[in-house]
């Protein structure tokens, strides 16, 4: 085969790859943004959709008993949520799935009197006494609905950040419910 048509073969299939890597993208912004639209429908929020060359910006707006959440997705699979919080000032509280206990830190650690709660997740606080009413039966209920959360309440905010895989539908919700119940 003659060199010019070798490099035309291999121009050939290189734009077809291209191509093909274009059109994926597309049509995984459209799946993204079916699932998001169909969340703010459901939530009664209000989404601002941005579609990139290869990622996708979502920001969803929201609000959760009286609380107004902000729901952002973060590159690949991760989701995360921030909403005002109404503890005092130097308060802290950190949740998060409960690592093997080799890895914990064990600092200020908060045992809510719910078995399956504090099996399922650490917290570590600077007020025991605080995030003990806190995590009252309620909120407890609404953080294990989220799933693997990672949770942060400081400095009047309540931030929270979540994997979402094949789009959960209920994902999104329940991280939004968690973090408001944070905020109250």
Request: with cysteine.
């Amino acid at each position: 085969m003659p060199p010019v048509l070798e490099v035309l073969l291999v121009l050939a299939l290189f734009g077809a790859g291209m191509v093909g890597i274009v059109a994926f993208s597309r049509w995984h912004a459209a799946r993204i943004e079916r699932f998001w639209r169909a969340t703010a429908e459901r939530m009664g929020g209000t989404l601002r959709f941005e579609a990139g060359w290869f990622d996708v910006t979502c920001s969803l707006s929201v609000e959760v008993d009286g609380h107004e959440v902000t729901l952002t997705r973060g590159r690949k699979q991760g989701v995360f949520a921030r909403a005002a919080a109404k503890q005092p000032a130097g308060f802290e509280l950190k949740l998060y799935p409960r690592p093997p206990a080799w890895l914990s830190s064990g600092a200020n650690a908060v045992a809510t009197g719910d078995p399956v709660f504090d099996a399922l997740f650490a917290v570590e606080t600077t007020d025991v006494e605080l995030a003990k009413r806190l995590l009252d039966p309620a909120v407890c209920d609404r953080i294990s609905r989220a799933g693997a959360v990672w949770l942060h309440v400081r400095d009047g905010a309540v931030a929270g950040n979540r994997a979402i895989y094949e789009f959960e539908s209920d994902a999104l919700e329940n991280l939004a419910r968690a973090v408001a119940a944070l905020a109250a």
